[in-house]
């Protein structure tokens, strides 16, 4: 870790919290495996999240449980704005009966917002309630699993539970409990993130009653560095209860673009830009 000089007075916790927050500004980052606290290990897991902006495509294959295939192609904007605040706009482009339609996530201090278009509807509409939970544009993605992708949960607690082993590699495990308040299906995430690359490797969602109902997983040999951060190449979501998996490909992605902020908006969205 970078070399401070201990202050009186000053916590323990909150002098390693104020190390961490300086490394990420000079771009220095402690080993991984050194961190201890929840909030340390957190500030790792969203550092892969720390460029100013990105492009990219993905490629979203969807695999019922006999077998049969649905594929869709989206492109994905992502900028940060002030006080470490993302949105994201994604719009997709294949197949075409979903060609046009698009997501926009703005995060708050608060509460997040998310709003959807369709072409058909021709309309934006906030995305609330019940559809936080339902699939998004047909994969086994919801639009909170989405949501919580970007790194925009809306969490009220979390807790540090011991080390363990993913895919043959050293995982740091926290769970985390979903605001029901703000719709969540869920009441439990734990998520197990690479002691190296702090790549969340295995993210496990458990529905009440202590179901397991969704697995997200991405295999370390396709976590490649690009632009200073670490970003799974493939991942996968499965659905447990009902057979189903999707398959998330990121097939091109562009670090530092330039993006006007004019494109995170809900009049970008209305326009079908």
């Not at 492109?75 to 294949?94: A, C, G, M, P, Q």
């Not at 490649?224 to 999707?246: F, H, S, Y």
Request: aromatic fraction near 8%; charged fraction near 30%; charge should be negative.
């Amino acid at each position: 870790m970078i070399g401070v000089h201990r202050c009186e007075g000053v916590p323990d916790m909150m002098l390693r919290l104020l190390v961490y927050s300086l490394s990420s500004l000079l771009g220095v980052w402690p080993a991984s495996a050194e961190l201890e606290t929840i909030d340390e290990i957190d500030a790792c897991v969203r550092k892969n999240q720390h460029h100013e902006s990105s492009v990219g495509i993905i490629v979203l294959k969807s695999v019922d449980r006999i077998g049969a295939t649905t594929e869709s192609r989206a492109t994905i904007h992502w900028k940060r704005f002030e006080n470490d605040l993302n949105r994201v706009y994604l719009r997709f482009s294949d197949p075409p009966d979903l060609r046009g339609s698009a997501l926009l996530l703005i995060e708050k201090e608060n509460t997040d917002d998310m709003f959807m278009y369709l072409p058909e509807l021709e309309k934006v509409r906030r995305v609330t309630g019940r559809m936080v939970t339902g699939s998004m544009f047909g994969t086994d993605f919801t639009y909170e699993q989405f949501q919580r992708l970007q790194g925009m949960a809306d969490d009220v607690s979390s807790e540090r539970l011991p080390d363990a082993e993913e895919q043959g590699r050293a995982v740091f495990v926290v769970a985390h409990t979903p605001n029901q308040e703000e719709g969540s299906q869920f009441e439990k995430v734990v998520t197990y993130a690479d002691k190296e690359t702090c790549v969340p490797l295995r993210t496990e969602y458990f529905e009440k009653g202590a179901r397991l109902r969704k697995v997200l997983t991405a295999d370390p040999a396709k976590v490649k560095q690009n632009g200073g951060a670490w970003i799974p190449e493939e991942m996968v979501m499965k659905d447990l209860r009902d057979e189903t998996e999707t398959f998330l490909v990121v097939e091109k992605l562009e670090m530092g673009a330039k993006i006007s902020r004019k494109m995170f908006s809900q009049g970008n969205l209305a326009r079908g830009n």
